[in-house]
């Protein structure tokens, strides 16, 4: 189903909520780096895009959604399938596998894309203000 709106905004109407709960991983990474048998996770980004694209457009493979009331609603993750484990660098002797550099680094990375594709739709709308307002 064609929508002029998402049309419009291009990749990055679906990308900065998902770049968005990327930054909630890393900071989640974070703070638990100290905590013992803790998984660092990170989003397989390209592959929920891929399925966000594939929703918009009314495809199959796009995330599971709640179709009826009495479907399990909190056990539907619609990033689920996307949460990958995030190797360690160092063996820790408690399971930990956070590497707290690594964790900055990339939520450092994320901010950046974030900040990127947030300007990206800013810069959008203010077009469309201008057209709308003609000034």
């Given at each position: 189903?064609?929508?002029?709106i998402?049309?419009?905004?291009?990749?990055?109407?679906?990308?900065?909520?998902?770049?968005?709960?990327?930054?909630?991983?890393?900071?989640?990474?974070?703070a638990?780096?100290?905590t013992?048998?803790y998984q660092?996770q990170?989003?397989?980004?390209?592959?929920a895009?891929?399925?966000?694209?594939?929703?918009r457009?009314?495809?199959?493979?796009?995330?599971?959604?709640?179709?009826h009331?009495?479907?399990?609603g909190?056990?539907?993750?619609?990033?689920?399938?996307?949460?990958?484990?995030?190797?360690?660098?160092?063996?820790?002797?408690?399971?930990?596998?956070?590497?707290?550099?690594?964790?900055r680094?990339?939520?450092?990375?994320?901010?950046?894309?974030?900040r990127a594709?947030?300007?990206?739709?800013e810069?959008?709308?203010?077009?469309?203000?201008?057209?709308?307002?003609?000034?």
């Open positions: 189903m064609f929508n002029p998402t049309s419009y905004f291009g990749v990055h109407a679906d990308a900065l909520p998902l770049r968005e709960q990327r930054m909630k991983l890393i900071a989640s990474n974070l638990n780096a100290d013992p048998g660092a990170d989003l397989d980004f390209n592959a895009l891929e399925a966000a694209r594939r929703a457009e009314g495809q199959p493979g796009g995330p599971l959604l709640r179709t009331e009495r479907h399990l909190d056990a539907i993750d619609p990033r689920g399938s996307f949460l990958v484990a995030r190797p360690s660098s160092q063996p820790s002797l408690d399971g930990n596998t956070v590497d707290p550099d690594a964790e680094a990339a939520y450092g990375r994320a901010a950046l894309e974030y594709s947030l300007s990206f739709l810069s959008k709308v203010r077009t469309l203000l201008t057209a709308i307002t003609g000034q």
